[in-house]
C-alpha cells in the first residue's frame, strides 16, 4: 500500500508522461473558465480588449484569492487539536462548576480529563508531524 506521499508522486508523474504525450484535452475547458471572467467584467463587450484582459486577469485572481481564503478556513476548522483543547477547557469548567454539588460526577470527569489531554496532545502531535512532512514531500512550484 502507498503512503499519502507516494500515491501524490506517482499521480505527478502519471500526469508529466500524460501531457507529454499530448494527451490532454483541457484547452476547451480552460477557454470557457478565462472566458467567465470577461464576460463578468465587461458583459456587454463595451472595452477594449486590452482593458478587458487586464480586469479579467484581477477578477480572476480576485477569485483564487477568494478560494484560498475559503481554503484556510477550512484547515483553520478542520485542525483537530484546536477542537480537542476546546473541549477539555469546557470540560475542566464543568468540573470546576460541578466540583462541590455531586462528587461522584467530578470524579467521573476528573477521571477523563487526563486521557482527553493525552489524546489531545498526540493528536496534535501527529498533525504537526504530518504537516511537517507533507511540507517536506510535495514541494510548491
Given at each position: 500500500?502507498?503512503?499519502?506521499?507516494?500515491?501524490?508522486?506517482?499521480?505527478?508523474?502519471?500526469?508529466?508522461?500524460?501531457?507529454?504525450?499530448?494527451?490532454?484535452?483541457?484547452?476547451?475547458?480552460?477557454a470557457a473558465f478565462l472566458h467567465r471572467f470577461e464576460v463578468q467584467v465587461d458583459p456587454h463587450g463595451t472595452l477594449p480588449?486590452?482593458?478587458?484582459?487586464?480586469?479579467?486577469?484581477?477578477?480572476?485572481?480576485?477569485?483564487?484569492?477568494?478560494?484560498?481564503?475559503?481554503?484556510?478556513?477550512?484547515?483553520?476548522?478542520?485542525?483537530?487539536?484546536?477542537?480537542?483543547?476546546?473541549?477539555?477547557?469546557?470540560?475542566?469548567?464543568?468540573?470546576?462548576?460541578?466540583?462541590?454539588?455531586?462528587?461522584?460526577?467530578?470524579?467521573?470527569?476528573?477521571?477523563?480529563?487526563?486521557?482527553?489531554?493525552?489524546?489531545?496532545?498526540?493528536?496534535?502531535?501527529?498533525?504537526?508531524?504530518?504537516?511537517?512532512?507533507?511540507?517536506?514531500?510535495?514541494?510548491?512550484?
Open positions: 500500500m502507498l503512503s499519502p506521499t507516494e500515491r501524490t508522486l506517482r499521480a505527478r508523474a502519471a500526469a508529466f508522461a500524460l501531457h507529454a504525450q499530448g494527451g490532454t484535452s483541457t484547452g476547451a475547458a480552460t480588449p486590452e482593458v478587458r484582459a487586464r480586469r479579467a486577469t484581477f477578477a480572476r485572481r480576485s477569485y483564487m484569492a477568494s478560494l484560498g481564503l475559503r481554503a484556510a478556513k477550512a484547515r483553520r476548522l478542520a485542525d483537530p487539536s484546536d477542537r480537542d483543547v476546546a473541549r477539555i477547557t469546557q470540560i475542566e469548567g464543568l468540573l470546576t462548576a460541578v466540583e462541590g454539588r455531586d462528587g461522584v460526577a467530578a470524579t467521573a470527569v476528573a477521571k477523563a480529563i487526563p486521557n482527553m489531554k493525552m489524546v489531545a496532545a498526540s493528536v496534535s502531535a501527529a498533525a504537526t508531524k504530518a504537516e511537517r512532512h507533507h511540507d517536506r514531500a510535495i514541494p510548491t512550484a
